[in-house]
C-alpha cells in the first residue's frame, strides 16, 4: 500500500518521539513492502514563532492532501502562564481538528501486565481492564459562541449539539462495541443538560439497531468514579467533548503512564493519530520521553487502513520492550534507557521480528547494522 503521510510534529517532546514512530514505520514498511511517503509541516508554538499562526494555511493544505496525519504535541509554558494571549498553540490542534472534521477521537486504555504494579490502583483493581474511549471532538462547550462582556466581567461558553453529531460519533461506536465485548456506556450529565438529555434519546434510538450492545448510562460524575472503582467494568464508553477530554487523561495513567497512550481522531475523509500527552517542556531535547504513545498511535494509523497484521506486529514489538524492561522513566523509575533506545528496540523487533538477544547493547549494535 502507498500512503502519504503529514508529520506534524509540533513542540517539545513531539518532535523526538514522532521521530520514532516513523522509524517503526519505515521498518513496517521494508518488512511488508509498503511505501510511506512523509509531508512535514508545522504547527503549534513553533509555527507561531516561525509565521504568526498556530496552524498556517500551508499545513492545513498538506493535511488535506494526504491521507492521514501524524501528529506530535503542542504547547509551550510562555503561552500556559498567559491564557489570554490572543494566539495559542492549542488553537492550531482545535482549527485542525475543525479543519478535517475529525469528530470521532479513540482513545484506548491498554494494560501491560509487566506495568501491574506502576498503575496508581491495587493490582486486583485494574485487573482485566480494556476499554475505549469514543470522544466527541467537533462539537460541544470546545466549540460553542464565546462570549466576555466589555468590562470584562461576565464570560460564557456555549454546549450545543445536533442530533446528527451525537449520532455519526455514537454509530462509530456501537460498531466498535460489536467487535469487542459488545457493551457501550454513554457518559452524560442528562439530570441537569440538555445537550445530554439529547445525547440520550438519540443514542437511545440508534441503540435498537445494535441489539447485540448492552447498553447503559452513567452520569460523568459517576463514571469519573467508576473508572478508580472498577474500570474492568467499561468496554466501550462514547461521550462528548470535555467529559471525554477529562475522562481519557483519567483513563490514560490507570496502565501506568500517560506516555503510553495512544490516540485515533477520524471523520468521514481525513484522520489523524498522536498521543494524548503533551508537548512535556520540561523533557524537551533530553531524550527521556516515552515514544511509545507515538509509536502505537503510527499503529492506529495502520489499523485505520486495514494493516492489521502490521499494526500487530507493532503492538508486539511494545509489549515485548516493555517484558523486557526497555522502557524510559516514566515506566521504569530511574531507567537509563532513552527515547531512540526504545525506538531502536521496536525498529529490530519489527525487522527480525524477534526481540534483541540480550537488553540495550544489542538494540544499539542490532540497529546500527540496520541502519
Ligand atoms: C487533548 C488536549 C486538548 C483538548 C488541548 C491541548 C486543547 O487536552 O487533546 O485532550 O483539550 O482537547
Ligand atoms: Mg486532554
Known amino acids: ?158 454546549c450545543s449539539y445536533s442530533e446528527q453529531e451525537v449520532e455519526r460519533i455514537a454509530v462509530m461506536a456501537f460498531k466498535s462495541a460489536q467487535n469487542r465485548r459488545k457493551k457501550l456506556t454513554l457518559v452524560d450529565k442528562a439530570n441537569v443538560l440538555e445537550t445530554s438529555r439529547l445525547w440520550r434519546r438519540v443514542v437511545t434510538e440508534l441503540g435498537k439497531q445494535y441489539p447485540d450492545v448492552a447498553l447503559d448510562f452513567l452520569f460523568v460524575d459517576n463514571a469519573a468514579m467508576q473508572l478508580i472503582l472498577n474500570p474492568a467494568q467499561f468496554d466501550v464508553i462514547v461521550t462528548e467533548n470535555m467529559f471525554g477530554d477529562i475522562l481519557s487523561d483519567e483513563a490514560s495513567v490507570l496502565g501506568g503512564s500517560i506516555g503510553l497512550a495512544a490516540s485515533a481522531s477520524v471523520g468521514d475523509k481525513h484522520s489523524m493519530f498522536e498521543p494524548i500527552h503533551g508537548s512535556y517542556p520540561q523533557a524537551a531535547g533530553k531524550g527521556i520521553a516515552n515514544p511509545v504513545a507515538s509509536i502505537l498511535s503510527a499503529a492506529m494509523l495502520l489499523e485505520h487502513f486495514d494493516l492489521y497484521d502490521e499494526a500487530a506486529l507493532i503492538k508486539a514489538a511494545v509489549t515485548a520492550s516493555i517484558d523486557q524492561g526497555i522502557s524510559t522513566q516514566d515506566v521504569v523509575a530511574g531507567s537509563n534507557y532513552s527515547t531512540k533506545d526504545v525506538g531502536n528496540f521496536v525498529e529490530h523487533y519489527i525487522l527480525k521480528q524477534e526481540a534483541p538477544v540480550a537488553g540495550l547493547d544489542n538494540v544499539t549494535i542490532g540497529s546500527s547494522t540496520i541502519i
Do not use: W
Not at 509541516?41 to 498556517?56: K, M, R
Not at 510562555?78 to 482549527?95: H, I, T
Open 1 to 158: 500500500m502507498k500512503l502519504k503521510i503529514a508529520v506534524l510534529s509540533g513542540d517539545g517532546i513531539g518532535p523526538e518521539v514522532t521521530h520514532e514512530a516513523i522509524k517503526t514505520l519505515n521498518a513496517i514498511s521494508k518488512t511488508f513492502g509498503h511505501t510511506f511517503e512523509y509531508h512535514e509541516a508545522a504547527v503549534g508554538a513553533i509555527a507561531i514563532d516561525e509565521f504568526n499562526d498556530p496552524l498556517p494555511e500551508a499545513t492545513l493544505t498538506v493535511c488535506k492532501t494526504t491521507d492521514a496525519v501524524l501528529f506530535g504535541a503542542i504547547g509551550h509554558p510562555k503561552y500556559d502562564n498567559d491564557p489570554s494571549a490572543p494566539v495559542r498553540p492549542e488553537q492550531g490542534l482545535l482549527k485542525l481538528r475543525k479543519e478535517l472534521g475529525l469528530y470521532a477521537n479513540i482513545r484506548p486504555t491498554t494494560m501491560y501486565a509487566k506495568l501491574a504494579d506502576q498503575s496508581p490502583l491495587r493490582p486486583e483493581r485494574i485487573a482485566g481492564v480494556d476499554l475505549t474511549i469514543y470522544r466527541e471532538l467537533t462539537g460541544g462547550i470546545y466549540f460553542g459562541e464565546k462570549k466576555l462582556s466589555d468590562d470584562k466581567t461576565f464570560a460564557s461558553d456555549l
